[in-house]
């Protein structure tokens, strides 16, 4: 068993409900009623899209690095 680790993106949409990205893994996502719902759903969608790339044959990226930016509008 292999451990990864991936950086997760939390939001709140116009509706007030928890959205989930995981952006290494495109198109693993999800959404909760709260942050800790989607925090948690994640983790089962990450595992789950691990699980089909590696049955697949597929490669599994690795981050490098992340940061945080600021841009002035």
Request: hydrophobic share 35%; charged share 30%; proline share 3%.
């Amino acid at each position: 068993m292999t451990n990864y680790e991936f950086t997760v993106v939390i939001e709140k949409d116009e509706d007030g409900r928890f959205l989930a990205i995981c952006p290494a893994l495109q198109g693993c996502y999800t959404e909760g009623k709260t942050a800790k719902e989607a925090q948690e759903l994640i983790k089962d969608a990450i595992r789950l899209h691990l699980e089909d790339r590696i049955a697949s044959g597929e490669p599994i990226y690795r981050e490098v690095d992340t940061t945080t930016i600021q841009i002035a509008v």
